[in-house]
């Protein structure tokens, strides 16, 4: 049984471990998102100026500039949005996984209490046997 839990506990601790490189990981690639979306941002705030002189060309051409950014950052956004539901999905994982090792750890601690219980009983039960044993002999 010790094997089993000893097992279980290992197979655990390495999910554990899993799931705090795959949330480092996905921090990286939120920031890596928030990055993009800043410049983004900023591109459609600097081209969103009106020049002094409108010129068609230019004008259709900050127009599409415009268009484009700002798909661009809705994507953006909806990468984001899945970055942040995967983020939660792992942090469930991991309380339930945090939560499931603290259980069996008082499972093992519960189990060795009840050992030591039951050695003391037998190393009692013998003392008690020795004693009664030298009383018949004397």
Known sequence: ???TLAALV?????Q??????SSALLAEQMQSLQNKLAIIQEQIENASQLPAQIQ???EISRLNFLV???EDRENLALQKKELL??????KTRQLRLNTELIMLEKYQEKQQKNEQKKT????????DEWIVQRRELA
């Open 16 to 21: 554990l471990a899993e799931i705090n490189q």
């Open 85 to 90: 539901a995967q983020q939660t999905q792992l």
């Open 10 to 14: 290992t197979k655990l601790t390495w």
């Open 56 to 58: 068609p060309e230019q």
């Open 68 to 70: 484009r950014s700002q």
């Open 1 to 3: 049984m010790n094997k």
């Open 120 to 127: 003391l009983a037998i190393e009692q039960k013998e003392s």
